[in-house]
């Protein structure tokens, strides 16, 4: 890259696009936040369902060198994850390549696009990829998009998150939900938490995009971010109960409260091997899981 950044980040409203462009501020780095529901100080713009030619205005008057797509759908039926994570997905590729085909563009892809894994094992970025469900397979078909775009010739990356945690998360997630109910209710039900998951602070993540941002040479085409270490999700829901300082009782049911579109039953265990992008870019998980969740705790409403 050219060391005068102009980045377009789409979800900048967000939990991970909003840390993205705390982050791309602290370091001076000139961007414009675009987002499909909050407006000031961000841009509105629905990439589902805005105007070819009104994206194409946003992105030609701007000329931004990067552009990262932090927008998704978590929740909500197939027909709005399909929206969300691939006919958005589809609509800024299609305008970068009219409006500013030198840019690089970042996508931010998920775990749930590889599916489960043996206990104990790792996966890197050429394991057999298995969604389970309509939001693993929605996000996996957008970051195809992408990587086709690539083998195209466009300069283009899958940054591929695990369960990304922090202060701030969102209802959609485990924590998020866990921290809205502590406090509120002397029962905390659940699903099951037998599953075990990759967590990483929303912090290291935005550390990760921006350092794909600005790295001067060409990089692979999907890069993982994650801790490399999975926790069970009883034990990760217990801690935040011993952080309330409640009394709180712990029931579980049948049903996993984690990863949207990630079931326990079919997804029992993930765990990221991030050696490629340590090898590339020098990047790791900098937060560990307990202070993560502290400060989630500290940070809630």
């Not at 675009?34 to 100080?41: A, E, L, Q």
């Not at 029931?251 to 991030?274: C, F, N």
Request: contains cysteine.
């Amino acid at each position: 890259m050219t060391g005068s950044e102009r980045v377009m980040v789409f979800g900048a409203g967000g939990f991970l696009g909003a840390r993205i462009c705390a982050l791309l501020a602290d370091r001076g780095i000139e961007h414009r936040g675009m987002t499909r529901s909050t407006g000031d100080p961000h841009r509105r713009f629905d990439l589902a369902t805005g105007h070819c030619y009104a994206l194409d205005t946003q992105l030609g008057l701007y000329k931004p060198t990067v552009i990262i797509n932090a927008a998704a759908a978590t929740h909500g039926d197939t027909l709005a994850l399909t929206r969300g994570n691939v006919v958005a997905v589809e609509a800024l590729l299609s305008s970068m390549h009219r409006t500013a085909n030198n840019a690089r563009f970042i996508q931010i892809g998920s775990a749930a696009e590889y599916g489960g894994a043996a206990y104990g094992t790792s996966q890197d970025e050429q394991t057999e990829l298995r969604p389970g469900a309509a939001y693993g397979f929605t996000k996996l078909a957008g970051s195809e998009l992408v990587l086709r775009a690539q083998r195209n010739g466009a300069d283009a990356v899958v940054v591929r998150s695990f369960n990304i945690t922090g202060p701030g998360s969102p209802p959609s997630t485990l924590l998020g939900r866990v921290i809205r109910l502590l406090g509120t209710t002397d029962t905390l039900e659940l699903g099951s938490l037998e599953a075990w998951r990759d967590y990483v602070d929303v912090r290291d993540v935005a550390e990760a995009v921006i350092a794909v941002a600005t790295a001067e040479a060409k990089l692979p085409p999907v890069l993982n971010v994650g801790s490399g270490r999975a926790a069970l999700a009883r034990d990760v829901v217990n801690r935040l109960i011993e952080l309330s300082g409640t009394e709180t009782k712990l029931v579980e049911g049948s049903v996993h409260a984690g990863h949207a579109g990630s079931p326990a039953d079919a997804v029992p265990w993930q765990q990221a091997d991030t050696t490629l992008i340590e090898k590339h870019l020098g990047w790791s998980c900098r937060i560990p899981l307990d202070q993560s969740l502290q400060d989630t705790w500290t940070a809630r409403d």
